[in-house]
């Protein structure tokens, strides 16, 4: 590619950041050393180009390491990665956690979303603009950043904090002191269980570290037993327990597979979507801290039922610790013969590669994951062509949830009830917040009594902002997946007391998708603020109700993707209910 | 190639080929649309290796980029065609059936090892042989060049020993496999389709054939000479030896565009009679004793070009031309009537019908199936032929129609300005995207992107001469001297310079160049010129 | 998989090759559907879903540029889901972008009865003025619909320069060159294909706009001539645009297999030699 490359140059630190990545560079072409031998020859073409995948990864690394990303830094990856300047911009400025302006050392990413605004999120905000100044300036050292939710609705308020060149951490239950020093807790998994364990079984009882007390509590069965009876086998299974995606759309995850298998490539990929970042939503991060060869095992099972020989795992950019714990056990996985080019012996090779999102809710959908993961805008693609056909790098891939693959891993193993069970992530005003483990059948009131829920909500919200507020009579409804049941979703549930100012929560909703949108197509981008500005007028007094529901008919119709299909959900639900407005 | 004097393939093929060699060619910035397709092509999946001295944009793209030595193309060749023979990688059957010579070609190449190649060229073996299997398994593959290969001393062997690797794998006359020279200029291909080459009559016909020659002399009443005349380059031998005294020159600057500009300007000047025509007050025209003004013929006059896919296109006027500037054609024709002969007031469809019954190839190109159809590739023999794809689809048929395709052995043989000790760096030519020829068209629009004449260097012979970027040098050779400011360029290696031609007023870069010239084709030595650099103070 | 595929278009069986879109099919049919960020030459972006309909057994509306047509697919172009989208994307439109050199876009809004004053001034996506940064085009985002066009012309689609990008996300979203350079400081080449391809004018070619500042712009006396460039010798096909006399923009056609509307920089704006052009001398 014919690259003109920015004026500026990198310094050693960044040279160094990208190099962690890439290794140092071979030949002068790349930015290394202009030997003798490369006035004479050169390689690029397809193989260069074929790189790109490695952009975000490297991006990560300067940001990580530097704070930000210089055009001296976008100059020197143009260089080594053969991707066009503007392009690294394009990727750069999607992200939310990539700083392309010249940033302090320590960003901090305080959660204002709407667990966290009800928990003493506001009241830091005010603390941190007196001490650091106003959102996004810096004090020379820091800087600060509203952030949509960061999936530890359990430990409200919460923080992520970017440290360059110390790493990222976690902050839950923050205030001032927490965030300026609190390491990373080794908390205790908030959780209950409504009938016997299957998913949780672990949490609290195997060392989520110990490879040995997984196998002692029955992992690797699975895998076994699916190496024994072939894949055919394992699909058939899966297909006969009735499993579905818990990642929201809740398609038959055997199907799912099916499909993959029933292609003709030679290439297949399976993807374990991690990027869990529905408002609400923070089961699966449970589960990869306090479970996390579950996981590894269930991408394993995935990849020799549809005949993939990789996998992918895209593990949420905010989720750091969820992050180590998968890297570990890929790590004893594979030293222990249970990942790599001869899994346990069965001749079956299956190698799994962990990328990090960047801050942006959107990659959660399968299609702008793939994006991602290639090295490009996470924007994305009009379906059909499904992923089982053209997938991530144009491969037929099937995608699926952590808590799906972890499910699977328990229904492959025969574990009673594996089935049957599912998780919900219960938080907002209830005592307990925290994820419980409930067969299908249980109703909100009972999920919501679990976790102590003292007071009756004034409002519930159902499935994350994709989802809807539920009708008071919903809230005895047997969950599942037909209606009058409605929608899972992710599987959150946020209960509002008594004295919440609903007209802020659904506005914030509002605003998370006018944040969140990727701003591809028009119903969307547009679409998002226009409903945005819309809520505030009606929050004012104005009646804009015929409005609203105009633009939420073409969101839902006519967007490209999921975002914005159920980006009216939450606020049309709210109006219909009169949270909001003056027709409460 | 092979009696036809034009590219094999169609500008489709290359978007569909599985290999684009690309030999001596900066087509991204010289020929930009062409380069839209063969982009295609990689997208579509094709490998492509690139051939040239610098690491052109166009070379960027490459997979493979082998960084030759100025004017070593032919060692190349032949150590790519040497190693398809010693690998087993030849086509045997399309060299049975199709060609001859390939006995002598293979004795001829089999000096030119990987490793004596590598010594000639500076290229390592390994991409060599890269190259050579690359190209003999690629099932098809197109073979691409421009001035890199034609403006040397030696520029139609550099050809042959092309076209003698693609006799040897069988990669012309099917689709998607073929020979491509990208035309330079616009409508170079169609003055040689209307005879305006020393030996051919229009239609490539030769003028050494008695049929052809008879039926133009009836249609225009008067004798053909049989001999071939003079090309450019022996024209300008001819000035200087007296025997040509006069000169009428149409759309052309050699007072500029031709290597050794002193020499030139010198020929010119020393004419009994200088005639130009043109658009512009070139800097020949001011030598001329008349001037003609003429109208841009892409958007003041009517008639046709012809790309280098061999597409006759049309070409109309759009706006009149300016003040006392004519159509070419009426200036023509009344010149005609001047010197008392009556064409009448052709129009320019007329002029182009009169061609279509003299050239066969052309026969079936009317204006109307040119309007409907976008333009047609020749041959194009009757209104119902849809013109050619690409040539010598023939090699192919069984047994194969005409005559069988020559190998044609050829020898390295160094550029003629040497390398020494007061001429340590060797100076190559080329084009900028947004300039054109000596810029008397392309001076005139303001680019952004337009640099002006630069010497362009390594960043290491750039350090070792003290030299910076925007610091004035002074370029000398053999010839002459000019001074232009440094740009440093990353794509060249130490020992390799290069200098844009568009800008003569500025930096007259062909007073260094060298007029040793092809006596084949007539074309000069652009391309290496062994110069010293020196910071002007 | 049959070669010909039969689709109901509003109540009449079309044929169609197969992998034809919906919108062939339509075409094939005489069914007029809107199009914006769509062009022959291009890879659908997908963006505008101006072109939407209705498929029967779809839980949502489809793009008609970019969905395969399926044998025995239903499709309704005119039902009111499909004219309330088409009626609200255009509105959206016209509330955030300047549409005034936009005219088959205004034409567009008035046939499906948009109206953009419904959201207020001000609001909607925050957007940027004219940026004259170089003697050939202007870059005036304010009437950028976002519709990918410049973006896939620059890069995979036709030029492969990748000079320009879309920066940002969401409502933010815009055309960028890295670190928001001035053009001539990007990997721009001034091929002027992002121009060639932009639907509403917020590229423009610098004579269209200056003319148009100066009220001497009337398309309606332009004459457009075909012809070849004069440059190098691939053959480009040009539209020669003449007003007065004089040429006053270059431009080249979509349908002809050399450019696909595609020209380089001296094809399409160096004409300036030819004396009658308003920047002759
Ligand atoms: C805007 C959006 C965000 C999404 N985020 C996630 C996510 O964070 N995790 C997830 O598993 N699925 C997410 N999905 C759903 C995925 O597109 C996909 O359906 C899912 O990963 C498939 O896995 P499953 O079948 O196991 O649920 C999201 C969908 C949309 C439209
Ligand atoms: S619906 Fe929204 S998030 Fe999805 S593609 Fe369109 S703009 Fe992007
Ligand atoms: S002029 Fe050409 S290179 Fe420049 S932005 Fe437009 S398409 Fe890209
Ligand atoms: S500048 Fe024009 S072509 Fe580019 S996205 Fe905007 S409207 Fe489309």
Redesign the pocket.
């Known amino acids: 590619m014919d690259i003109r490359l920015p004026a500026a140059v990198a310094t050693d630190d960044e040279r160094r950041a990208v190099d962690r990545i890439l290794g140092p560079p071979t030949t002068g072409w790349e930015g290394g050393e202009r030997r003798r031998v490369d006035g004479h020859v050169a390689t690029g073409g397809h193989a260069a180009r074929a790189r790109r995948h490695l952009l975000l990864p490297v991006l990560h690394a300067l940001q990580d390491d530097i704070g930000w990303i210089s055009d001296g830094a976008v100059g020197y990856v143009c260089e080594r990665l053969v991707v066009p300047a503007a392009e690294v911009y394009g990727v750069a400025t999607f992200y939310g956690l990539l700083s392309v302006a010249e940033a302090p050392p320590v960003a901090i990413h305080l959660c204002d979303d709407i667990v966290c605004r009800t928990a003493g999120a506001k009241e830091l905000f005010t603390a941190l603009a007196d001490t650091v100044g106003p959102e996004g300036s810096s004090d020379g050292s820091r800087t600060w950043h509203r952030s949509n939710c960061l999936g530890q609705c359990d430990a409200a308020p919460a923080a992520f904090v970017q440290a360059a060149g110390e790493g990222r951490r976690t902050v839950i239950r923050a205030d001032l002191d927490r965030l300026a020093a609190a390491p990373t807790d080794d908390r205790e998994p908030a959780y209950a269980v409504i009938g016997d364990p299957v998913l949780t079984a672990r949490f609290g009882a195997a060392d989520p570290g110990d490879l040995d007390a997984y196998r002692a509590s029955g992992g690797y069965v699975a895998l076994r037993r699916a190496l024994e009876i072939g894949p055919d086998a394992v699909v058939a299974i899966v297909e006969a327990s009735g499993l579905r995606?818990?990642?929201?759309?809740a398609?038959p995850?055997g199907r799912?597979w099916r499909a993959v298998a029933d292609t003709e490539a030679a290439e297949r990929l399976v993807v374990c979507?991690a990027?869990?970042?529905?408002p609400g939503t923070f089961k699966d991060r449970m589960l990869m801290e306090r479970d996390p060869f579950a996981v590894v095992e269930g991408l394993t099972i995935a990849g020799h039922a549809t005949g993939a020989t990789k996998g992918f795992i895209y593990v949420r950019g905010e989720y750091p610790d969820a992050e180590n714990r998968l890297v570990a056990a890929i790590e004893e996985a594979e030293a222990a013969g249970l990942l790599g080019d001869d899994v346990l012996g069965s001749g079956f090779p299956f190698h799994i590669e962990l990328r990090r999102g960047a801050g942006a809710?959107?990659c959660?959908?399968?299609t702008a994951l793939f994006e991602s993961i290639e090295g490009f805008r996470g924007e994305p693609r009009a379906k059909p062509p499904y992923p089982t056909t053209d997938g991530l790098f144009g491969r037929p891939t099937a995608?699926?949830?952590v808590e799906?693959l972890a499910a699977a891993v328990a229904i492959v193993a025969e574990v009673p009830g594996a089935a049957n069970t599912k998780l919900f992530c219960v938080s907002g005003h209830v005592e307990a917040p925290g994820v419980v483990e409930a067969p299908f059948g249980v109703t909100v009131r009972e999920l919501l009594t679990v976790a102590g829920s003292a007071r009756p909500p004034q409002a519930v919200l159902f499935g994350g902002a994709a989802g809807r507020f539920l009708a008071p009579a919903e809230l005895d409804v047997p969950l599942g997946y037909e209606p009058p049941s409605p929608p899972l979703g992710s599987g959150a549930v946020v209960a509002f007391g008594p004295g919440v100012d609903m007209d802020d929560v659904v506005q914030r909703i509002a605003e998370f998708f006018r944040d969140e949108s990727c701003g591809q197509c028009v119903p969307c981008r547009e679409g998002t603020v226009r409903q945005d500005e819309a809520l505030r007028r009606l929050v004012a007094g104005s009646d804009e109700r015929g409005l609203i529901d105009e633009i939420a008919r073409v969101m839902r119709d006519a967007s490209i993707?999921?975002?914005g299909q159920t980006a009216a959900e939450a606020v049309t639900s709210a109006i219909a209910l009169g949270l909001v407005g003056g027709a409460r | 190639m092979f009696g036809a004097g034009g590219g094999t393939s169609s500008y489709e093929e290359i978007e569909h080929t599985d290999l684009i060699v690309l030999w001596g060619s900066n087509a991204r910035a010289a020929h930009p649309i062409f380069f839209h397709h063969l982009l295609k092509g990689i997208d579509n999946g094709a490998r492509m290796i690139a051939i040239d001295p610098r690491r052109t944009e166009s070379a960027a793209w490459a997979d493979l980029w082998l960084g030759l030595d100025v004017g070593t193309d032919i060692a190349l060749a032949n150590a790519v065609g040497r190693e398809i023979i010693a690998a087993g990688l030849t086509n045997d059957d399309f060299i049975a059936r199709a060609t001859t010579g390939f006995d002598a070609y293979a004795e001829a190449v089999e000096p030119y090892t990987l490793e004596h190649a590598a010594e000639l060229t500076g290229v390592p073996a390994e991409a060599i042989r890269e190259l050579a299997h690359a190209y003999a398994k690629a099932p098809t593959a197109q073979l691409c060049w421009t001035l890199g290969i034609t403006e040397h001393h030696n520029a139609s062997d550099n050809v042959f020993a092309l076209i003698d690797l693609a006799l040897l794998t069988g990669h012309v006359g099917r689709y998607g496999s073929g020979l491509v020279p990208i035309r330079g200029q616009n409508n170079v291909q169609g003055g040689g389709d209307m005879g305006a080459l020393p030996n051919k009559l229009p239609g490539f016909q030769d003028v050494a054939d008695d049929d052809a020659r008879r039926r133009f002399e009836e249609a225009w009443g008067c004798t053909v000479p049989a001999e071939p005349g003079w090309h450019l380059s022996q024209m300008f031998e001819a000035m200087e030896r007296g025997d040509l005294r006069a000169l009428y020159v149409i759309g052309e600057n050699p007072a500029q565009s031709e290597a050794d500009g002193t020499r030139a300007r010198r020929a010119l000047e020393g004419l009994d009679h200088l005639v130009v025509q043109d658009i512009f007050l070139t800097a020949t025209a001011e030598l001329a004793d008349v001037v003609l003004p003429a109208g841009a013929a892409w958007a003041e006059s009517e008639g046709t070009v012809t790309s280098s896919e061999r597409r006759v296109q049309r070409v109309r006027r759009a706006v009149p031309p300016p003040g006392n500037a004519r159509d070419d054609t009426d200036i023509i024709v009344d010149l005609a009537r001047r010197l008392g002969h009556d064409w009448g007031h052709p129009s320019a469809e007329e002029v182009w019908d009169e061609l279509r019954s003299l050239s066969p190839i052309h026969a079936g190109m009317s204006y109307r199936r040119l309007e409907e159809l976008g333009g047609l590739r020749w041959p194009c023999r009757d209104e119902d032929d849809p013109g050619a794809l690409f040539l010598h689809g023939r090699l192919w048929e069984d047994p194969p129609r005409g005559p069988k395709a020559p190998f044609t052995p050829v020898e390295h043989d160094p550029p003629k300005d040497e390398l020494t000790d007061d001429f340590p760096i060797r100076l190559t030519t080329g084009r900028h995207l947004d300039s054109y020829n000596t810029g008397v068209q392309s001076g005139r629009y303001r680019s952004p992107r337009r640099t002006g004449g630069t010497i362009d260097l390594s960043p290491e012979d750039a350090a070792s001469l003290g030299l910076a970027a925007g610091d004035r040098a002074r370029i000398t050779s053999r010839r002459g001297s000019v001074v232009a400011p440094v740009r440093i360029d990353r794509s060249l290696r130490p020992g390799l310079a290069f200098m844009a031609f568009h800008y003569p007023e500025d930096v007259d870069t062909n007073r260094l160049t060298l007029d040793e010239w092809d006596p084949k084709s007539g074309t000069a030595e652009f391309k290496a010129t062994a110069v010293r650099i020196e910071k002007e103070a | 998989m049959t070669d010909r595929h039969t689709v109901q278009i509003d109540g009449v069986a079309v044929v169609v090759e197969a992998g034809a879109t919906i919108l062939d099919a339509c075409r094939a049919g005489g069914v007029d559907v809107p199009t914006l960020c769509y062009l022959e030459t291009l890879t659908p972006a997908n963006a505008c879903r101006l072109c939407s309909v209705e498929v029967e057994g779809s839980r949502t509306l489809v793009p008609a540029c970019s969905r395969i047509a399926e044998d025995g697919m239903v499709v309704h172009t005119g039902s009111d889901r499909v004219r309330h989208a088409r009626r609200m994307i255009l509105e959206f439109l016209g509330a955030a972008v300047d549409l005034t050199t936009a005219p088959e876009l205004l034409e567009a809004m008035a046939a499906y009865g948009a109206d953009p004053s419904r959201y207020g001034a001000g609001g909607g996506s925050p957007r940027s003025s004219a940026v004259v940064d170089n003697d050939l085009y202007v870059r005036d985002l304010d009437k950028c619909v976002l519709c990918y066009r410049c973006v896939e012309a620059c890069g995979d689609d036709a030029q492969h320069t990748y000079a320009i990008t879309i920066a940002d996300r969401g409502a933010g979203a815009r055309v960028a060159t890295e670190f928001d350079v001035a053009l001539p400081d990007s990997a721009c080449v001034f091929c002027g294909n992002c121009v060639a391809v932009c639907p509403t004018g917020a590229l423009m070619v610098r004579t269209e706009f200056d003319m148009r500042a100066a009220g001497t712009w009337h398309e309606d006396v332009q004459t457009v001539t075909r012809t070849v460039c004069g440059y190098c010798g691939v053959g480009c096909n040009l539209d020669v645009h003449v007003q007065d006399g004089a040429i006053v923009k270059v431009t080249s056609p979509f349908d002809h297999d050399v450019t696909s509307g595609n020209l380089c920089i001296k094809g399409r704006f160096g004409w300036t030699h030819v004396r009658a052009g308003v920047d002759g001398s």
Not at chain 1, 245 to 249: E, I, L, P, Q, T
């Open positions: 995606g818990r990642g929201g759309a398609f995850t799912k979507n990027d869990e970042s529905e809710y959107i959660g959908e399968e995608v699926n949830n799906t993707c999921g975002l």
